[in-house]
Nanobody, 116 residues
Framework: QVQLVESGGGLVQAGGSLRLSCAAS????????MGWFRQPPGKQRELVAT???????YYIDSVKGRFTISRDAAKNTVYLQMNSLKPEDTGVYYC??????????WGQGTQVTVSS
């Protein structure tokens, strides 16, 4: 059973924008702090941003002021608006619940490629 489906990635020039979406199952999404992660080429997956069920947000320093995470409880969906993209933002982006007890199998992710 697919529990996480990411979409919205693509190829964009530096300075451009993309909006990622993540459709989650109710089991993963309900009441959970959700996060966006990314895996740059040849590197390990890293946390990028989180949003709690009350919409409290956290961002890693390198994306603060450029990325915005949001969620729609009616749609069990998490979004990541990415502006002023840089080549170092390139990678496969994934979403998942932060609590391990609610984390689902990792989805396919969505590829983001930023050209210089």
């Amino acid at each position: 059973q697919v529990q996480l489906v990411e979409s919205g990635g693509g190829l964009v020039q530096a300075g451009g924008s993309l909006r990622l979406s993540c459709a989650a199952s109710a089991r993963v999404f309900a009441g959970a702090t959700m996060g966006w992660f990314r895996q740059p080429p040849g590197k390990q997956r890293e946390l990028v941003a989180t949003i709690s069920s009350s919409s409290f947000t956290y961002y890693i320093d390198s994306v603060k002021g450029r990325f915005t995470i949001s969620r729609d409880a009616a749609k069990n969906t998490v979004y990541l608006q990415m502006n002023s993209l840089k080549p170092e933002d390139t990678g496969v982006y994934y979403c998942n619940a932060i609590p391990l007890t609610q984390r689902g199998p990792w989805g396919q992710g969505t590829q983001v490629t930023v050209s210089s």
